[in-house]
Structure formats: C-alpha cells, structure tokens
C-alpha cells in the first residue's frame, strides 16, 4: 500500500511562486507515475503534470506548461511541483497521485481513474 502527503501549499500573490512535495511511504514493487492534479470549486479535477521516476521523462498540462515543474528525488523517493509566475486560475486543492500497475508509466499527464493512489491534497490560493 503507497501513502502519499502533500504538503507546502498556501497563499501567494499572482506573479509568485510556492513548491509542493509529495512525500510517500509504503511498499510498492514498480516504480510507476506520479502526478499532480487540482481541482478548483466547482470544476472537475485536472490533471498538471506527471513523471516517470526512474527515466524523469516529464508531461506537462497546457495551462500550466514553461511556469510550472516537476521533479523526482530518487533518494527519498519525493515528487515536487515548483510553481512559478502563478496566475488566480492556479487556485485549488493539489493531489499528489500516483499510478499502480494497469498503468504504470503514462504518457501523458493522465487521467484520475488511472491512479488508485493519492494523498489527501494541500491548497493553493493565489490572490491577484
């Protein structure tokens, strides 16, 4: 079972920046996916980008493609989202998501039902 938490959410001008960290626990026997998704009030969740751990081949949504970036520390096994130039429509809840074995390594930034495992998301509001 793979848990993950997000963490480093919070307030920030537009213009800003803020990184998230997806920390994870827990045995998985693949190293599959990983992803960010948000979903703002209202709208269905999105997906932001996702990577594969071990070649760091990444995909980018195109709303948030040349501000944002993902990253994976193959010491700790953590994910991050750095955030640059944020804009009021970045505002939203932040899952940490990642893919199990019917989809193990996306190409693309995914869907949700192609993970079976999140964390419980952090929030990001930007204020303009």
């Known amino acids: 079972q793979v848990r993950l938490v997000e963490s480093g959410g919070g307030s920030v001008q537009a213009g800003g920046s803020l990184r998230l960290t997806c920390s994870s626990s827990?045995?998985?026997?693949?190293?599959?996916?990983t992803g960010w998704f948000r979903q703002a009030p209202g709208k269905e969740r999105e997906g932001v980008a996702s990577?594969?751990?071990?070649?760091?081949?990444?995909f980018y949504g195109d709303t948030v493609k040349g501000r944002f970036t993902i990253s994976h520390d193959s010491a700790t096994n953590t994910v991050y989202l750095e955030m640059n130039n944020v804009k009021s429509e970045d505002t939203g809840i932040y899952y940490c998501?990642?893919?199990?074995?019917?989809?193990?390594?996306?190409?693309?930034?995914?869907?949700?039902?192609?993970?079976?495992?999140w964390g419980h998301g952090t929030q990001v509001t930007v204020s303009s």
């Open positions: 998501a990642r893919t199990g074995d019917d989809y193990c390594l996306l190409s693309g930034v995914g869907v949700p039902s192609q993970f079976p495992n």
């Open positions: 827990g045995n998985a026997h693949r190293i599959c996916s």
């Open positions: 990577i594969r751990p071990l070649s760091g081949q990444t």
